[in-house]
T-cell receptor, first 115, second 112 residues
Framework: ETGVTQSPTHLIKTRGQQVTLRCSSQ?????VSWYQQALGQGPQFIFQ???????GRGNFPPRFSGLQFPNYSSELNVNALELDDSALYLC??????????????FGEGSRLTVL | SQQGEEDPQALSIQEGENATMNCSYK?????LQWYRQNSGRGLVHLIL?????REKHSGRLRVTLDTSKKSSSLLITASRAADTASYFC????????????FGSGTQLTVLP
């Protein structure tokens, strides 16, 4: 158990809808990263939040957005859902290490199905 | 696109045998990490090796890094059925802090 919790664990949406996924980071961690993992693939970096600001972004369109709160928990929002957004969404917390990325502590993920 | 690529994609061995997985990457890195994922669940960090290190051990795990060949290997000795999982290498490549870039993984099956 990493201490990172995500909700909901599973959800089903239809194309065009919006979804919000939530993550509580491990105690003492100030950084939250979000990853998308399609079936049979490795996780792909969406973005990272540090001290409530976006601190790096992968190759995802603007309809993927996020927030980090003062208690370091975070939300991932996806608008105008597409079928290809069906995936496991993983949240990972860490303690910021400056220019190097250290060990990430992952939650169990939120599995999103878009019909 | 994936920075790291694992080889083989799938590996099936008997309990007690050793399992070796390889990872290749494309650009200079700060460090390389290995993670394990049980089916459909979160990833668990196994080991981190820095770019100036060549070998690292943790319990039954041995990781090597060859920066000249841009490759790493993960050896699991005396495998157990509970080691059945997907294994991913992840690179923290220079100039792109804040993110890890994962490969597509090796699916290891350990038969009892």
């Amino acid at each position: 158990e990493t201490g990172v919790t995500q909700s909901p664990t599973h959800l089903i949406k239809t194309r065009g809808q919006q979804v919000t996924l939530r993550c509580s980071s491990q105690s003492g961690h100030n950084t939250v990263s979000w990853y998308q993992q399609a079936l049979g693939q490795g996780p792909q970096f969406i973005f990272q939040y540090y001290r409530e600001e976006e601190n790096g972004r992968g190759n995802f369109p603007p309809r993927f957005s996020g927030l980090q709160f003062p208690n370091y928990s975070s939300e991932l929002n996806v608008n105008a859902l597409e079928l290809d957004d069906s995936a496991l969404y993983l949240c990972a917390s860490s303690q910021d290490r400056g220019s190097n990325t250290g060990e990430l502590f992952f939650g169990e993920g939120s599995r999103l199905t878009v019909l | 696109s994936q920075q790291g690529e694992e080889d083989p994609q799938a590996l099936s061995i008997q309990e007690g045998e050793n399992a070796t997985m390889n990872c290749s990457y494309k650009t200079s890195i700060n460090n390389l990490q290995w993670y394990r994922q049980n089916s459909g669940r979160g990833l668990v960090h196994l080991i981190l090796i820095r770019s100036n290190e060549r070998e690292k051990h943790s319990g039954r795990l041995r990781v090597t890094l060859d920066t000249s060949k841009k490759s790493s290997s993960l050896l699991i000795t005396a495998s157990r059925a509970a080691d059945t999982a997907s294994y991913f290498c992840a690179t923290d490549f220079s100039g792109s802090a804040r993110q890890l870039t994962f490969g597509s993984g090796t699916q290891l099956t350990v038969l009892p």
